[in-house]
């Protein structure tokens, strides 16, 4: 059952498949979802649960579209150099809550995303490190160096991300798949993304 606001009580409810638009940023994106219905008087009961996974789902579109990265990627980034939310914000030039935004769903600044996605290279990340470590607690900074040693060790620091895709092509042989490099990530093991040689 669930509450009803046009009968003031909770109901029995079934469900209807319906096309809906979720707007992201001034765009619309169609949905096909599953709305739920009142038994007794028929409107539609909205559910602020169900609402957001399909919002949840217009964003994903959306970063898609825009090539932007998904929340898990910040977190993913992030973490591979052990820093907390609000620290690896301020090591990089960004407010303190501006991690937290986009790690719990909140679409990025083109700029931002741009920022953080350079951090996913080692080397990158080196150069912000070295200029703001001075910032950093001494147990941060054990973690970071760790982080940066076993990936170059790796051969990370030779490669960076040039672009997701969904189908994953061999050639040419300078793309690699991630997976061969073996590191410890948030990467699922049927993720693959593309890399390139850095010149």
């Not at 147990?139 to 970071?144: L, N, P, Q, Y």
């Not at 040039?162 to 690699?176: C, G, L, R």
């Amino acid at each position: 059952m669930k509450y009803c606001y046009e009968c003031d009580n909770e109901k029995d409810f079934h469900f209807v498949g319906i096309d809906r638009t979720y707007n992201v940023k001034g765009k619309g994106y169609s949905l096909a979802v599953q709305a739920s219905f009142c038994d007794y008087c028929g409107q539609e009961i909205f559910d602020p649960d169900i609402d957001s996974a399909y919002q949840q789902q217009a964003f994903d579109l959306y970063r898609e579209e825009h090539h932007l990265l998904k929340p898990s990627d910040f977190k993913a980034i992030r973490e591979k150099y052990g820093l907390a939310i609000d620290r690896f914000s301020e090591l990089i030039g960004l407010g303190k809550k501006t991690m937290w935004r986009y790690e719990n769903g909140f679409i990025p600044d083109k700029a931002q995303n741009t920022l953080i996605r350079l951090m996913d290279n080692p080397e990158n990340f080196r150069i912000v490190y070295e200029e703001g470590k001075g910032m950093l607690r001494p147990d941060e900074i054990a973690r970071i160096e760790q982080a940066l040693a076993e990936f170059k060790t790796h051969g990370v620091t030779e490669c960076v991300i040039v672009q997701e895709s969904a189908e994953w092509t061999p050639e040419p042989d300078n793309i690699i798949s991630f997976e061969e490099l073996a590191l410890r990530t948030e990467w699922k093991k049927e993720a693959r993304r593309e890399y390139a040689a850095v010149l």
